[in-house]
């Protein structure tokens, strides 16, 4: 149990299009789901943090208009960056947990972004 | 400024000894503190939990101590195989978070030959 997964698994596009990537949880009820960056042999950089019908809560130095993440059911999160730009290149993962602080995260396979 | 230090980019060691990893952490107060293991390409899948209050979690050959006077959690897989070849990673749980907001160490990447 407790599969999340990532759509899609790579996309390349150009510079200045959109990209929308889905994160979806497959057996269980994610109410909070988490959007990370990770740049190669970098840690897991937390983007933002969101729960299910409310705005997604965006950590320091990321922007929100850059990237859109909308939570609208307990079982799908997208995250759209919006006019990409090759700096924007990385691995982009989502977690959903069930509830509550202490719980484990559960991970989606990635999505690989390389914009030209 | 806030750090998560682990000590060091990559561990080889032979196959049946045991790898201890170390996790530090500087103007942090975690509530608790996970270990994920990241294989590459993909993304991380939870090992173990502690809460700031247990000194030590244990499951099958997986071992993990947290010091809170220290700043430190160490994470031990004994009987080691080359199958444990993977990046470790030690994530930080925030305390002031009720949403389980999580903060990640680079990783350490761990070779085990045989």
């Known amino acids: 149990g407790a599969v999340v997964s990532q759509h899609p698994s790579r996309v390349i596009c150009k510079s200045g299009t959109s990209v929308k990537i889905e994160c979806r949880s497959l057996?269980?009820?994610?109410?909070?789901m988490f959007w990370y960056r990770q740049f190669p042999k970098q840690s897991l950089m937390l983007m933002a943090t969101?729960?299910?019908?409310?705005?997604?809560?965006?950590e320091q130095g990321v922007e929100k208009d850059k990237f859109l993440i909308n939570h609208a059911s307990l079982t799908l999160s997208t995250l759209t960056v919006t006019s990409a730009h090759p700096e924007d290149s990385s691995f982009y993962i989502c977690?959903?947990?069930?509830?509550?602080?202490?719980?484990?995260?559960?991970f989606g396979p990635g999505t690989r972004l390389t914009v030209l | 400024s806030q750090k998560i230090e682990q000590n060091s980019e990559a561990l080889n060691i032979q196959e049946g000894k045991t790898a201890t990893l170390t996790c530090n952490y500087t103007?942090?107060?975690?509530?608790?503190l996970q270990w994920y293991r990241q294989d590459p390409g993909r993304g991380p899948v939870f090992l173990l939990l502690?809460?700031?209050?247990?000194k030590e979690k244990r499951k099958e050959r997986l071992k993990v101590t947290f010091d809170t006077t220290l700043k430190q959690s160490l994470f031990h897989i004994t009987a080691s195989q080359p199958a444990d070849s993977a990046t470790y990673l030690c994530?930080?749980?925030?305390?002031?978070?009720?949403?389980?907001?999580?903060?990640f160490g680079r990783g350490t990447q761990l070779t085990v030959w045989p």
């Open positions: 994530a930080l749980g925030d305390r002031g978070s009720t949403l389980g907001r999580l903060y």
């Open positions: 969101s729960n299910e019908g409310s705005k997604a809560t965006y």
């Open positions: 057996d269980f009820q994610a109410t909070t």
């Open positions: 103007n942090y107060s975690p509530a608790y």
């Open positions: 502690i809460r700031e209050n247990e």
């Open positions: 977690s959903a947990s069930r509830s509550g602080r202490y719980n484990e995260q559960f």
